[in-house]
């Protein structure tokens, strides 16, 4: 069973950056798309951004986050999330997640704390 290994979390302070990082241990094939998900406690999880896996990639960005995020991917298929000008309400779990022709793959989720 393939997983996704996330890394990059942590403490920042608001209006710093982070990268996160989203590899999977084994090929995964035929895959729609790549997204990342954040959730704060007793709250749904919201969509933050999402990259197609198509040429060029196309990419959507949730408006709390537009602007601000940027996801990529890789040849690998590693998908990345390079976070900007980052606010105290950005502390919460991020979740990565893609989704091929067969299923849905969920990283463990990394936490990220903005604070000064």
């Known amino acids: 069973q393939v997983q996704l290994v996330e890394s990059g979390g942590g403490l920042v302070q608001p209006g710093g950056s982070l990268r996160l990082s989203c590899a999977p241990s084994?090929?995964?094939?035929?895959?729609?798309?790549m997204d990342w998900y954040r959730q704060a406690p007793g709250k749904q999880r919201e969509l933050v951004a999402t990259?197609?896996?198509?040429?060029?990639?196309?990419t959507f960005y949730a408006d709390s986050v537009k602007g601000r995020f940027t996801i990529s991917r890789d040849a690998k298929n590693t998908v990345y999330l390079q976070m900007n000008s980052l606010k105290p309400e950005d502390t919460v779990v991020y979740y990565c997640?893609?989704?091929?022709?067969?299923?849905?793959?969920w990283g463990q989720g990394t936490q990220v704390t903005v604070s000064s």
């Open positions: 997640n893609i989704v091929s022709i067969r299923g849905n793959y």
């Open positions: 990259i197609t896996n198509t040429s060029g990639g196309s």
């Open positions: 084994g090929s995964i094939f035929s895959i729609y798309h």
